[in-house]
């Protein structure tokens, strides 16, 4: 059974930064996991969870365009392991940070707990 694990969130002053990681473990997930199109989404209070950005195994991006510029994604395959670079962060930022694959999975597949980011002053 595949297991997501979120991790590098907290609490940070606008204009700062933070690293976010997601370590892939079980099931053919994890076994094909440099074959696939993995991806950050995040989920604010009373929102709908959102994309955030993508990354296709040949190392293509794509990013939401309220986080271009900002934001970039990375993967590291041997180590099943995605990241998230994020800088110049906004209070608008502020929400529960997910990886999963891509497309987005429904919200009755499995998600990881998240990792929360809070950008306030």
């Known amino acids: 059974q595949v297991q997501l694990v979120e991790s590098g969130g907290g609490l940070v002053q606008p204009g700062g930064s933070l690293r976010l990681s997601c370590v892939a473990s079980?099931?053919?997930?994890?076994?094909?996991?440099?074959?696939?199109?993995m991806a950050w989404y995040r989920q604010s209070p009373g929102e709908p969870r959102e994309f955030v950005a993508s990354?296709?195994?040949?190392?293509?991006?794509n990013y939401a365009n309220s986080v271009k510029g900002r934001f970039t994604v990375s993967r590291d395959n041997a180590k099943k392991t995605v990241y998230l670079e994020m800088n110049s962060l906004k209070p608008e930022d502020t929400a529960i940070y997910y990886c999963?694959?891509?497309?987005?999975?429904?919200?009755?597949?499995?998600w990881g707990q998240g990792t929360q980011v809070t950008v306030s002053s």
């Open positions: 999963n694959r891509f497309p987005k999975p429904t919200d009755s597949e499995y």
């Open positions: 079980g099931g053919i997930f994890s076994i094909f996991f440099s074959m696939r199109t």
């Open positions: 990354m296709l195994s040949n190392g293509s991006t």
